[in-house]
């Protein structure tokens, strides 16, 4: 009797031994399933930047001007890559993600060899590196790359206000990394339009301006002609060879060439020629 009675207690638990490891199996078959979809879920919301894969990280708001969710910085943009672009503004800037017709120094291949304008960019019908120093511009890419070094596209002051843009050598880019001894002496620390901090050399901007620089020694029969017409930038003198237009100087290096700069009243400037008083 003891004897069937162990039997039947041996049956009794391994029945309920197998009852546990089947309803276990059913479970775990369960919870594999419903992990390999959320898995498949959650691979689409991630590998997709688009908008139908990641609603959810920019929390389904994009619409308007930015339709499309970037999923890497969970913000809205107003695209990804060039197809999301069209019309008068067919790329895609990387840089923030907006649609524009060029970008920043890439006027090359954007605009068919004319400059990016950074201020807005829009194509310009500047061509890339044709400007030298003391060209007016708006691009770095407009200015030149000579023997010197490299020009880029520098904020002027004159007497201490804005005047324009121009092309000035960068000082980083100069062997030995000093400003030339003539003329362009002036060194200034200043960001490029096109987003270059740097030490640029430049003529001296208390006393004249490019327009002036530019100017010498062309003929000329008032101030006025030389210049900037509305600035008092400009000199017409004679000193031997005709008037000619000139600027103020304090010293000889602020004069091109072996050009010396004559002390007179009201205001020193630099000789047009070799043989005036004081130029000789």
Request: hydrophobic share 25%; aromatic share 4%; with cysteine.
């Amino acid at each position: 009797m003891a004897h069937t009675q162990t039997h039947q207690r041996v049956i009794t638990i391994v029945f309920a031994l197998l009852t546990t490891v089947q309803l276990g199996a059913c479970r775990f078959k369960e919870w594999k399933g419903n992990s390999t979809h959320m898995d498949a879920s959650m691979q689409d919301a991630t590998s997709d930047t688009g908008t139908d894969a990641t609603v959810d990280a920019c929390g389904n708001a994009c619409t308007g001007a930015a339709p499309i969710c970037n999923a890497t910085t969970m913000q809205c943009v107003a695209c990804l890559e060039n197809t999301d672009c069209s019309g008068a503004t067919p790329i895609c800037d990387a840089t923030d993600n907006t649609c524009v017709e060029c970008r920043i120094g890439q006027g090359t291949t954007d605009c068919s060899g004319n400059s990016c304008n950074p201020a807005n960019r829009t194509c310009t019908s500047t061509t890339v590196g044709s400007l030298a120093a003391c060209d007016t511009c708006v691009a770095d890419e407009e200015c030149e790359t000579n023997a010197t070094g490299t020009l880029r596209c520098v904020p002027m002051d004159y007497q201490s206000s804005p005047h324009g843009t121009y092309c000035l050598l960068d000082r980083a880019t100069i062997t030995g990394t000093t400003c030339p001894t003539k003329v362009y002496i002036e060194s200034q620390t200043e960001t490029s339009t096109s987003g270059v901090a740097s030490t640029y050399c430049s003529p001296a901007q208390s006393q004249t301006t490019c327009e002036a620089v530019t100017d010498y020694k062309d003929l000329c029969t008032l101030d006025t002609d030389c210049g900037h017409p509305s600035l008092g930038d400009g000199l017409c003198r004679d000193d031997g060879a005709g008037l000619r237009c000139t600027y103020e100087c304090s010293g000889d290096d602020d004069c091109s060439s072996a050009n010396k700069c004559r002390n007179t009243m009201p205001s020193n400037y630099c000789c047009t020629a070799g043989s005036g008083p004081g130029c000789s």
